[in-house]
């Protein structure tokens, strides 16, 4: 009989894991519930089309859910029947399945603040495409507007509007920005970069309640002042999307909670993504959250019936024009574990350049590096791989080669090692795009394609595109010299 897998969610975890499924092959019916409107986009790029970089066509998935599933867009799931095997949605229907996969993702948290219930019309939260159409339209012919939340979007989203010309103040109830990834002085750092963008911060400051009338909206704060604005986004965090799995009986904690299999309490049912907790952690990313989406494919179809889910550092980067900022490990906070701990700083808040470094045992455990550092692309790579530091850290803290250190080698793709990630979104090394080169493409565009190198955040389309054109130079089929090279250089 024809296995039926059901995917509640078409988000970014629900689309990847049926187009891993599809290209799987196999005889079994797959069936995608999504409760928003439209097909699966990329919901990373967002801030890239708040900021008007990009258009909405640009925000399509390249790898869309289509191909040999059933796709129901505007279906919102209500119920899962464990014992019949069976979800209920909204409209009425039931869809029965032999393997059912949670990609609920997140919702946006709206603060229980007095004023917010109902939202107010130019009030808005950031997470989804429509939220993203609601701030474009509000911020038509507005002039001020107020970002609540100073983490990550918060300030992607104030970015974008200062950069569409409006006067934005973010409010933060934490004293520093992005405390989750920096330290206070790097938030100041970054606060002062932000000022230099139009981009105004209150720190340190709760907001009260909010009064929305015709002519605006006003933010009432704790400190008794109060500001005004045509817009007001909401970006106070998010939480998983655990309803559905909490009223079927499923284990839930802040997510619902899998094993290394991606497998819920009951063994017929799977979660990935943000609405997913793997050993106590929740993910909040697209790099987990594809990753966890080929485990899921790889256990369904029996391709690799012992493949587990290995979770891989994380490494945060703003997307905000203007703006160099890359934060990994446990640079913001105290130490992980035991053992001595090398701590290096650089700040020159003048030039807006902050930089930290925490070393144990010859190996970054965390980083964080605000402003132009030459040396972002090596510090990532020794991060990622638990590669030991050069001796000199000079190189790395101030991204220039002192004395005898080596070149930096950033610049040139020949001198990265084959293991290195050039893409953390779909997880691509070097050595995967030089394998996929001598197997025939012959651009960035087909490496992209064959490897899903850039087709994430897009953050590494520079990074493809040189290494397409050194292969293209030093291209081992017209019998040059060869595309690789396993040296392990630092930046200079
Ligand atoms: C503006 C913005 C910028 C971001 N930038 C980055 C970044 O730079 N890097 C990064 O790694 N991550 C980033 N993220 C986070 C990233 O988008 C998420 O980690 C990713 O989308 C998670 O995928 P998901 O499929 O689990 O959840 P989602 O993409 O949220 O998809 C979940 C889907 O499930 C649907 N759904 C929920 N309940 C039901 C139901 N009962 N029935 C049917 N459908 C349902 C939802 O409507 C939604 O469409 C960003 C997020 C935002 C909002």
Redesign the pocket.
């Known amino acids: 009989m024809t296995e039926r897998i059901v995917i509640?969610?078409?988000?970014?975890?629900?689309?990847r894991l049926a187009a891993e499924l599809h290209a799987r092959g196999g005889d079994r019916k797959v069936t995608v519930?999504?409760?928003?409107p439209h097909r699966?986009y990329n919901?990373?790029l967002?801030?890239t089309l708040?900021a008007g970089k990009i258009g909405e066509p640009d925000v399509e998935l390249v790898e869309v859910a289509g191909q040999g599933a059933d796709v129901r867009t505007g279906?919102?799931?209500?119920a899962i029947d464990r014992a019949a095997r069976e979800v209920r949605?909204a409209d009425g229907d039931r869809h029965g399945y032999d393997h059912l996969v949670l990609?609920?993702?997140?919702r946006?948290l709206v603060p229980p603040l007095p004023g917010l219930e109902p939202l107010p019309d130019r009030v808005v939260p950031?997470?989804?495409l429509d939220d993203?159409r609601r701030i474009l339209a509000a911020a038509r012919g507005a002039r001020r507007a107020l970002v609540l939340g100073g983490g990550?979007?918060g300030l992607?989203?104030a970015r974008g509007l200062a950069a569409r010309g409006l006067d934005v103040t973010v409010v933060h109830p934490v004293g520093h920005l992005m405390e989750r990834q920096l330290d206070e002085p790097a938030g100041a750092v970054l606060a002062g970069t932000l000022g230099g963008l139009g981009v105004r911060t209150r720190l340190g400051v709760t907001a009260t309640g909010v009064a929305a009338d015709a002519d605006g909206i006003r933010l009432d704060l704790g400190d008794g002042d109060s500001l005004t604005a045509d817009l007001l986004v909401l970006s106070c965090g998010?939480r998983p999307?655990t309803?559905?799995a909490a009223a079927a009986g499923l284990a839930v904690d802040r997510g619902v909670v899998v094993d290394d299999r991606m497998r819920t309490s009951d063994r017929r049912i799977s979660a990935?993504?943000?609405?997913a907790q793997h050993n106590g952690t929740l993910?909040?990313?697209?790099?987990p959250?594809w990753a966890q989406a080929r485990v899921v494919a790889e256990v369904l179809t029996g391709a690799d019936p012992l493949v587990r889910y290995r979770p891989r550092p994380v490494v945060t980067?703003l997307?905000a024009a203007g703006i160099d900022l890359a934060a990994m490990g446990d640079a913001a906070g105290a130490p992980d574990g035991g053992g001595p701990v090398e701590e290096l700083t650089f700040a020159d808040p003048a030039r807006g350049t902050y930089a930290r470094l925490r070393i144990r045992d010859e190996r970054l455990t965390g980083a964080i590096l605000l402003g132009d550092n030459p040396a972002v692309g090596t510090v990532v790579q020794l991060f990622d791989r638990g590669a030991p530091v050069p001796s000199d850290r000079r190189s790395l803290l101030l991204g220039r080669a002192f004395g005898a250190a080596p070149a930096a080698p950033a610049a040139s793709p020949a001198l990265m090692p084959d293991a290195a990630t050039v893409c953390q979104?779909n997880d691509v090394s070097k050595g995967a795009l030089v394998a996929c080169w001598r197997a025939g493409a012959r651009s960035a565009a087909e490496l992209s394609a064959a490897t899903r190198a850039a087709t994430?955040?897009g953050g590494c389309r520079d990074a493809v595109a040189g290494i397409a054109g050194w292969l293209a130079e030093v291209d081992p089929a017209a019998g040059h010299q060869e595309p690789s090279t396993d040296r392990v250089e630092v930046a200079g």
């Open positions: 509640v969610g078409y988000g970014m975890a629900g689309a519930l999504g409760a928003e699966a919901r990373i967002l801030s708040l279906t919102a799931v209500t949605t990609a609920t993702g997140s946006a950031f997470r989804t993203c990550l979007l992607e989203a998010v999307d309803a559905l990935i993504g943000d609405c993910t909040g990313l697209v790099a959250a980067r997307k979104c994430g955040c």
